[in-house]
């Protein structure tokens, strides 16, 4: 019992002693008197590869999701004039596009010094990307990693910067909400005249129906109206050998056996597929059709705006200027190219050469699925290099490795209007296009190109 009254004699003072320990204890590390160590964040900055994997992130969804060409120029356009309204604003160099493009008005102001302009700026691109794709889920995730890389660096500017690019994000879907894309999602289908020969009719092997008839009802932003640079009419349509009509004809057939005639790759044939650039090349199987997915025109040329951005060591500002007016360009190019495509309504080659000269001709490309005339990729090629070229300058040389990505090798140009002629004489060498929707596609694209110059005011220089 003894024992028993010592052993309780001593706990009591022994508890407390360890109480009186642990409290201290507990102050030294965070207590009410003791007071927290200040955590030191690391300011956040956006370098231009991270605006380019961004567009790189959209280009793979719109791959996935099958963008035709002249909506694939949209989901650039916009989410680029919104990053470019942000970086403006911070950058005296460069002047703002509100009341130059239509509708436009100035973008909400950045009033406060926590805002990173490059930040918002992406967050402002990507959200508005989000919202003009399919598969959002697969952007989002993107995004949604990015987020969490900037919040753990600084939440205070990343809250502060992502409320003001959602603030512009919001800004701009409202403008683009006004540019006649919804109704024309809504409108009839191209009706087919079976009865003229004249008159584009589905082709081999889907015979899709042409896709975007109203694509001129779309608000341009440098264009006065679609059909502002309307290209001279191409030969008046004819069967006769002695035509030029059929001359062209006859030119598209006799070009696809010479370059194939060897059983070899010619270099004709290979710069036909360099360029092919159709989102969806339809592949029978006995009774099974499928896709094989590749990137647009305009995903190529935007993927000619990033290599050009690298290899001239572009900050994030001249970066997404250049990739601005380069989907500028090229919207607006898709835009009065398509206005002719579905006015002159011409019939595709290989309709007529499989009906008048041979039934058995295949071209090396798949015919796309829409009218002839004039050359889409022409136009659009054209006009991209023209604004590149202002950018970058002549005579700038660079490697082209955009399609490497889909099994083809790199080709080398002594200049983004190299690259845009042959793009543009790539249709002939696939068998897709005759000779003047060739020739007068570079001379549509390179008056829309020099309009994106003219008409907008982009700098203070």
Not at 414 to 421: E, L, P, R, T, V
Request: charged share 25%; with cysteine; hydrophobic share 40%.
């Amino acid at each position: 019992m003894k024992l028993n009254r010592i052993n309780r004699t001593f706990s009591l003072p022994f508890f407390g002693s360890f109480l009186f320990l642990a409290l201290v204890a507990c102050k030294d590390n965070g207590g009410d008197k003791v007071e927290d160590t200040p955590v030191v964040y690391e300011p956040l900055t956006v370098e231009a590869s991270d605006f380019q994997s961004a567009v790189d992130q959209i280009t793979q969804v719109m791959v996935h999701d099958i963008f035709s060409p002249p909506v694939a120029s949209r989901i650039y356009a916009y989410p680029n004039v919104a990053a470019y309204e942000i970086m403006a604003q911070a950058d005296p160099k460069y002047k703002s596009l509100a009341l130059q493009l239509p509708g436009l008005t100035p973008v909400p102001r950045m009033n406060n010094d926590t805002i990173v302009p490059g930040v918002a700026a992406l967050v402002a691109h990507m959200e508005i990307s989000k919202s003009l794709i399919f598969s959002e889920d697969m952007m989002q995730t993107y995004s949604d990693s990015i987020y969490a890389q900037w919040e753990a660096k600084n939440p205070k500017q990343f809250e502060r910067s992502k409320e003001y690019g959602l603030a512009v994000a919001d800004h701009i879907k409202a403008w683009l909400d006004g540019d006649m894309y919804k109704q024309t999602r809504t409108m009839p289908k191209f009706t087919v005249d079976i009865d003229d020969p004249a008159r584009w009719q589905p082709t081999p092997p889907a015979y899709m129906e042409g896709i975007e008839p109203h694509w001129n009802k779309i608000r341009p932003m440098v264009l006065d109206s679609a059909a502002q640079f309307k290209p001279k009419n191409h030969p008046k349509f004819s069967l006769e050998p002695g035509s030029a009509f059929y001359k062209e004809l006859k030119e598209v057939y006799d070009i696809s056996e010479e370059i194939t005639a060897s059983g070899d790759k010619s270099e004709e044939v290979e710069i036909a597929q360099f360029w092919d650039c159709n989102p969806y090349v339809s592949v029978t199987r006995g009774h099974l059709m499928f896709a094989t997915k590749k990137i647009t025109p305009g995903a190529h040329w935007m993927g000619i705006a990033k290599i050009a951005c690298k290899q001239a060591d572009a900050d994030l500002n001249k970066t997404i200027y250049a990739y601005t007016k380069t989907s500028i360009a090229l919207f607006d190019g898709f835009i009065n190219c398509w206005a002719e495509k579905y006015r002159s309504n011409l019939v595709r080659p290989e309709t007529l050469i499989n009906k008048h000269i041979d039934e058995n001709w295949e071209p090396i490309l798949q015919t796309p699925p829409f009218p002839e005339y004039t050359s889409g990729h022409s136009v659009v090629s054209n006009a991209a290099a023209t604004v590149l070229t202002d950018v970058f300058g002549d005579d700038f040389a660079f490697l082209d490795d955009t399609e490497m990505a889909y099994g083809l090798p790199a080709r080398s140009f002594a200049s983004f209007d190299a690259a845009a002629k042959e793009a543009a004489i790539s249709r002939m060498y696939g068998g897709i296009h005759y000779r003047a929707a060739v020739e007068n596609g570079i001379d549509q694209g390179k008056s829309v190109g020099s309009l994106v110059i003219e008409k907008l005011d982009w700098t203070n220089e």
